[in-house]
């Protein structure tokens, strides 16, 4: 899988490069080529093979860069961050930072370009095919206990969502309580893991994941409405690596705010990005399911909705959609 990534390296460049030139760099053969090629295909990539001219990718690519992401933050930040690594492949970016978490310092963030066995909320599976996301997780430190956590993946997503706006993204919105979405379609998720003393002190693992560009094959398999960043930016795609350094460090300015005043700072921020707003929502608890109407947030992060006789109800958790009819 590591040559998957030089073979990638030489055809970010967006020229046609032989199969006979691609060997001779990455030291393999034509038809181990060939088999990287058609393995990258498999996962989503649109690779071209130009007659007389060789293989191209029909897409500008930008890999991960570590010392890109680090050149791109402000001084302020870079001195406040912990390890920061770029992986080609993990199973999942949070499970590498739960493996490790004794030695990670704070704010360490693990990137990776392929992730197999993500997770997302309620068990649900999150996979990235090669370079169609950016997903990532962080590792924060807090001195206050479980309780004192509440709305910490809502104060994430809006950071998230600044910093999307903030690099061409348009129309990005909230779903309670961990999903992004554009354009009423899912753009991505995040997870909140917690450990630690339930008095505290604890620790955040935050894993977040973006739909980068996502193919129409790879959409049809999907069980719902997605959209990607190639459709959030009408002005052109940002840079990955000034993209994630972005995201780096809206999260840490979020989670020094967080760890001071808790979600009620970002409480109005979120209202802004709330999608489920006034909405007529179906509401899932248990074995039991009903409509109401989405009457936003209160200072812990809990929805509020408001049933058809007009009784608020506050959730800390539940599933929840949006009516169509």
């Known amino acids: 899988m590591n040559d998957c990534r030089k073979l990638l390296q030489v055809l970010a460049a967006g020229r046609p490069v032989s199969g006979v030139e691609l060997a001779r760099q990455l030291g393999i053969s034509r038809a181990a080529i060939w088999k990287q090629v058609e393995g990258l295909r498999a996962n989503g990539l649109s690779i071209e093979a130009k007659p ?30 912990g390890t920061t690594e770029v992986h080609w492949r993990l199973d999942s970016s ?79 919105g909230l779903k ?83 760890a001071e005043r808790g979600f009620a700072a970002f409480q109005q921020r979120y209202t802004t990005l709330d999608v489920l707003q006034g909405q007529t929502l179906m509401v899932f608890q248990g074995n039991r399911s009903y409509p109401a109407r989405g009457a936003g947030v209160d200072r812990r992060g809990a929805l509020r909705v408001v049933h058809e006789a007009g009784r608020i109800e506050i959730l800390d958790s539940a599933e929840v959609t949006v009516r169509t009819s």
């Open 52 to 81: 007389g001219q060789g293989y191209i990718l029909q897409h500008t690519l930008e890999l991960l860069k570590v010392e890109a992401i680090r050149q791109a933050l402000p001084a302020a930040v870079r001195q406040r961050l």
């Open 94 to 172: 949070s499970s590498e930072i739960q493996r490790r978490l004794e030695e990670l310092e704070n704010a360490s963030f693990v990137f990776t370009e392929t992730q197999t066995r993500g997770r997302g909320r309620r068990g649900r599976s999150w996979q990235t095919p090669p370079t169609l996301g950016l997903t990532f997780s962080m590792l924060w430190r807090f001195d206050k206990d479980f309780s004192g956590l509440a709305g910490l993946s809502l104060a994430v997503g809006v950071a998230v969502s600044e910093a999307l706006a903030r690099c061409g993204a348009c129309g990005i």
């Open 176 to 258: 309670w309580p961990n999903d992004l979405q554009h354009a009423r379609t899912k753009l991505g998720g995040i997870l909140v893991e917690l450990s630690g003393d339930f008095l505290g002190p604890c620790q955040a693992v935050i894993g977040i994941g973006i739909n980068w560009r996502l193919p129409t094959h790879m959409r049809d398999q999907l069980d719902q409405p997605v959209s990607d960043l190639t459709e959030a930016c009408p002005g052109g795609l940002p840079s990955r690596n000034r993209l994630a350094a972005s995201l780096v460090t809206a999260l840490i300015q979020a989670m020094d705010c967080f």
